[in-house]
């Protein structure tokens, strides 16, 4: 089991729809991310948060919009999507000041986009 | 940047067939090394991780990795596979760095499927 929460653990949407995606951890980590996977790909880097602040972002659309609430929660606004966009969305957390470099993922939550 | 190469993109065995998976990559530093297993419809777990110290690591289900500096590689081992084994590897690195999140930096991963 994991203990990176992730929900929903399926989400269906219309281009037109907004929602959200969300994450929880209560391990201390410091540093989250999210995580793009297609059907036989590797996950393909996001957003990085570091202390709640948005460290990295790999030049993702800005139809995805994530938000660090606080250090156990993270999120990924989801508006006006498009159905290549349809994907494993993975969460992961990891310690910030421990040189283990082992991040933690979740079990995902599976977007399709109509 | 790193970058990670898994030169394997689908091996089938036979139930009990040894199975060694490659994996290679490029980066000067010091590194992290990771093997994932993804079954199908699951999510990402961890099989095994090297940080330092003895280069053979024994992970979870019977799976070892040797990490061999001077080749770059990181390469997944199992003596004896079984069905449930049938799965996707990813191979992942991890540069150590200062100052910095840490990102994880995944191969293009290896489809296993066991006979029975």
């Known amino acids: 089991d994991t203990e990176v929460t992730q929900t929903p653990k399926h989400l269906v949407m219309g281009m037109t729809n907004k929602k959200s995606l969300k994450c929880e951890q209560h391990m201390g980590h410091r540093a989250m991310y999210w995580y793009k996977q297609k059907a036989k790909k590797p996950p393909e880097l996001m957003f990085v948060y570091s202390y709640e602040k948005l460290s990295i972002n790999e030049s993702v659309p800005s139809r995805f919009s994530p938000e660090c609430p606080n250090s156990s929660l993270l999120n990924l606004h989801l508006h006006a999507l498009q159905p290549e966009d349809s994907a494993l969305y993975l969460c992961?957390?990891?310690?910030?000041?421990?040189?283990?470099?082992?991040?933690?993922f979740g079990e995902g939550s599976r977007l399709t986009v109509l | 940047a790193q970058s990670v190469s898994q030169h394997n993109h689908h091996v089938i065995l036979s139930e009990a067939a040894s199975l060694e998976l490659g994996c290679n990559y490029s980066y000067g530093g010091t590194v992290n090394l990771f093997w994932y297993v993804q079954y199908p419809g699951q999510h990402l777990q961890l099989l095994l991780k090297y940080f330092s110290g003895d280069p053979l690591v024994k992970g979870i289900k019977g799976f070892e990795a040797e990490f061999i500096k001077s080749k770059f590689s990181f390469n997944l081992r199992k003596p004896s596979v079984q069905w449930s084994d049938t799965a996707e590897y990813f191979c992942a690195v991890n540069a150590r760095s200062s100052g910095s999140a840490r990102q994880l930096t995944f191969g293009s991963g290896t489809q296993l499927t066991v006979l029975p």
């Open positions: 992961a957390s990891s310690f910030r000041d421990r040189d283990t470099g082992e991040l933690f």
